[in-house]
């Protein structure tokens, strides 16, 4: 029986009767970071349909930006950016299938934990990049550290921001390719959509055995779009449960939390990344929901949700959503 | 004292002291509804700051789709779209000035009032269109008609969606252009950003001599972006509240409600009406909140918010906002 | 007969037996200039199919830019840029019928006649703009003064240009819309086609009665995109033929040389330009040269030509073309 | 002495005294062809900079579409399309080297070759995509079989296409991303640059030990574009010269031919392809022709040429060029 796909997230706990097996990946068992998801590294752990774990992730700059001081392009050197923990094997899984990925809860490590929030040269919404790219000079190279707990980010004596924890990079491998942790596409990777917080259930497209779920880039705060390219990046206690549900093809990634269903597309132009998400979503809608497929397509056009998630990334990622009350039979 | 774009919206009340003269500009008296909207067309009204204005709208398709056997291909005829009431002349307003739009209240015209919704060929996001050219055949063509009233839409027996009216084009005159009323752009137009609704005021960057007003397209609900291309879109009873800003240059319209400050862009790709929007959201709390310019960018990074007007008319409209929370001082 | 739209370009000469009228468009005949296109100019002359005209354009600046001190930003002011000659009037004309344009010289006018290319601030292909909104700092601004005969173009003591005269803007009325001089579109306007030079005809739906003929921007020589925004900008003198062809129903201009057969599409992103240019060469190909779609699909795919106009207007154009070898039945 | 990048084609012959030492590498030599172009993969071969290389490359769809009835969705399947020879090793070759390669020729394959064009489900410029998602029904499949030598390709009793062969895929390894041998990117890939063929260099920057050179997707003709999405795809035998430049960094492809110089980038939209390329050009010409950057970028605004090499791919390639002409020093 598949509790995640069809029921509304109280009832996630009578899954599997009880939750599996309770496994720990630290940074130390991690040891090697991943700045690229694919086939080709090594797993660092295998755990079954039903499992759940606490992983501690590196924020998305590994760390190396320690002060206000450490700026970007001294410290950082792309591709090593995002580092990912995982591939975490899923027995059973196998193309075709889905790994469903629920987030229990997201803490900050530490004793003094703080977040890091910068402007690195050429990325961002509001710069010419290495893609749109222009003659002007770029913009100036900003390092910002705040202090954070469970109860807010602590931006300046003026300004107080929420904490809405939520993984920013979540994947499985593709079938051949092995992706830089800065890009999403079909396969899950640095998509960047505020949603996928604790509550949330994220469904992924299994392409290669075992699955290979990488996890990493946790954020504290993230506005729509992650405009100036980084949102407020922390290290992070994230535990999560993972489930296997067999046989559903799905081209893209998917999520749903208490209250809605949204599909994510991850493309550019925008306009592209908002299409394949809508589309998704007609698809979903007709095929699990009972809707006539030109049905979905107007009902959408009237309460239909669309969260950026970012568009800074080599691709930009957008959410489509509709709320569980719509859908009611 | 300028209440408007520096207050919390129920303060507006004291704007002028007191509300000024009441204007009625219904079918009869607005004669023929204007496609076009630009400096050439005779006015219909002239208004002092201050007014409130009771404007009869007609819907989007002018009325001619009056059963669902009524198909667009048959009946609609492109360019004369989208019909809209005006233009209205404001005493006093020029170039350099902000026209503001208060919406107080709109209500569903008639005795038993319907909604219209439709797929029109070669129109809407998942579908090949006049710009995105493709060999596909086209999708089918479908005219739906639903009950509402301000309790709800009654889309369906399984299916009742909200009444959340708001205007579609709204729009004062370019300074030489004349541009069809589907298309949204920085003198305003076909936004469809669905924050437009009762309770919102809209800044307008004045470009022509009395400014000019144009209003039409009232929704009774729309979700983000439009998705098939038409709202439930109907014949509105608006009445809205007119005031002048002199010496504000703005170069995108703009939005307030009681919670938030909204910038509006309006381009193709839409990342390009993304960037448009949150550059003018930067700017504006670096002019008017105090903040330093870079503050600002990485703030909307953690806590923007972005509302997908429309991305199916000839440029896509997004909103960029922030919550009055976060600019106290 | 109609030789315009299905001969080779050496039978022209016999289009009406003979060439009608000669007429002059001085610049004191033109007196004002028009910014933007559209139904509401009064006409400045009124000539007959077959007819030749004698045009003095100015150059895109209004000849504003006297010497490489004149910064545009100090003599520029948008949208009062890139003057138009016209509306001439084609007596016959109306909405359903084709105007072609047959461009038989481009001269440089006066004495010592100069050429000028400058960076505006915010415009170009490799800057941010107004559209492409950033926060980076401006490129400098420079005007560049070169002087130029049908010889060539002297850019430098090391570079000498081609003299490769074309018209950047040439359009009809829209129906209803006004468009400003800047943006070329589905009527013509600032398509920046190198190719419709001297030899070239271009063919542009009629969508008003009398046609409304607009021309200017002379270029003496441009690259592929335009890429700083503006090319050798210089005022000529340009003589056109113009004829009229009857109901011949065209949704994007056309052009065609000795040699080629093109369509040119106006949009952004710039895929959505290639793909109207392409798509209404498709048809046109299965329409009256006797290819079955799919296959004119294919074949294009083997021998199509694109022509970057300009990727640097309000939206970009794109030029598709066959070489009419591939066309013989 | 680097003849390559700094002398005009004629001279590449005296490169190093003398071509080094001839490789073959055969279908059965290669024995599994590669569809992800990355570090992971085992090499095939390891040859010195000025070596010589004949390389059978198959045809984009493996062989698998062998006559008109055999239709793509049947035949092919993602990811598994557009096989490569390699990784061939070039001894010295590290990450801040270029990779140059120079096409000495290109045969068709067997006694009586073929090319093989088609329209495959949702992949090309005029339909709906994966990407550029729709809800409209997929274009026909169509698979087409044409006759061809190195006099022509034989396209109908109507039409004959000239034999104008290119390589459509070259690439080094990226540095830690393997990425599929659809897509192009700033390591190569699958370009579908026209000039990319017999009588070029292409150079590619080094990212890699041993640069990994990839190879295939031979055309024998292809218009800008790759409209459909195809080619007349054929079975080669290629025959490359293969030389290392140390120590010149350059960030995405650039090729070279006995009249111009080319720089390639890859990205959409198209317009971000363009900046790419143009942008990397405008740096070219100054760091190693002493041109003033300014002055290049209004020189290539008056006769930069723009080469669509495709806009079919998950990122579309382009080519901007300047004639060797106006680099005279």
Known sequence: MNWLKTSIMHTRGVARGEIGKLHELSEERQGTFHYTIGPYSNPVMSISPGD??????????EGKLRTEKDLPSEHL???FLNPQNGPIMVNGAEKGDVLAVYIES????????RGTTCLIPRF?????????????????????????DEEGVYW????????KPHIGTLSVSPEIDSINSLTPDNHGGNMDV????????????????????FIGDAHACQGDGELCGTAVEFASRTTIHVDLIKGWMIDW????????????????????ATRIAYKELVLWMAAEYGFDQWDAYM?????????LGNFVDPKYSVGAAIQKQYLQP
Chains 1, 2, 3, 4 share one sequence.
Do not use: F
Not at 156 to 163: A, C, G, I, T
Not at 299 to 307: E, N, T
């Open 77 to 79: 050197r792309v591709p």
């Open 299 to 307: 009902i959408l056009s009237q309460v239909g949700k669309v969260r």
């Open 156 to 163: 300046s004596k003026r300004v107080q921001l929420p904490y």
């Open 253 to 272: 990634p998917r999520l749903e939390t208490e209250d809605l269903l949204m599909t994510i597309g991850s493309a550019r132009p925008l306009e592209d």
């Open 194 to 213: 505020p949603d996928m917080g604790p509550g949330s259930i994220t469904y992924l497209p299994v392409r290669s055995p075992g699955a290979r779920l």
């Open 52 to 61: 759940k774990v606490i992983i501690d992730t590196m924020d998305a700059y």
């Open 106 to 113: 997201m803490r900050p490590r530490g004793e003094n934990p």
């Open 124 to 148: 961002g919404a509001l710069t010419g990049t290495d893609y749109t790219a222009i003659l002007n000079a770029p913009l100036p190279e900003i390092t910002r550290k705040v202090d954070l």
